[in-house]
């Protein structure tokens, strides 16, 4: 079965309260397997809009990932983030190899 994705590109407005999101994310997930791939760090933006922050984030399915984004632990995370940054976010299935 092919894994899914989380691809997020964020622009954190309150670093601080940023962390209140991460906090309240965390269950949601553990919850539904995932692994993180890419969590900020240096970057290039050869095309289109960078952001300051890029994420992926790996699950066991694409299925996974979409449970996690519209689970109620994830939502009431989602609600914090919203208040202290910009994001762009894609669930994508990967490669079954």
């Given at each position: 079965?092919?894994?899914?994705?989380?691809?997020?590109?964020?622009?954190?407005?309150?670093?601080?309260?940023?962390?209140?999101?991460?906090?309240?994310?965390?269950?949601?997930?553990?919850?539904?397997?995932?692994?993180?791939?890419?969590?900020?760090?240096?970057?290039e933006?050869?095309?289109?809009?960078?952001?300051?922050?890029?994420?992926?984030?790996?699950?066991?399915?694409?299925?996974?990932?979409?449970?996690?984004?519209h689970?109620?632990?994830?939502?009431?995370?989602?609600?914090?983030r919203?208040?202290?940054?910009?994001?762009?976010?894609?669930?994508?299935?990967?490669?079954?190899?």
């Amino acid at each position: 079965m092919a894994k899914g994705y989380w691809i997020a590109h964020v622009d954190v407005r309150d670093p601080e309260s940023y962390k209140n999101y991460v906090a309240a994310a965390k269950p949601a997930f553990d919850r539904f397997g995932a692994r993180f791939l890419a969590r900020g760090g240096a970057f290039e933006a050869p095309e289109g809009r960078g952001r300051a922050r890029n994420v992926i984030i790996e699950f066991p399915s694409l299925e996974d990932a979409q449970a996690c984004y519209h689970s109620a632990e994830y939502q009431a995370a989602r609600a914090i983030r919203e208040k202290v940054a910009d994001a762009e976010l894609v669930l994508v299935e990967g490669v079954d190899m």
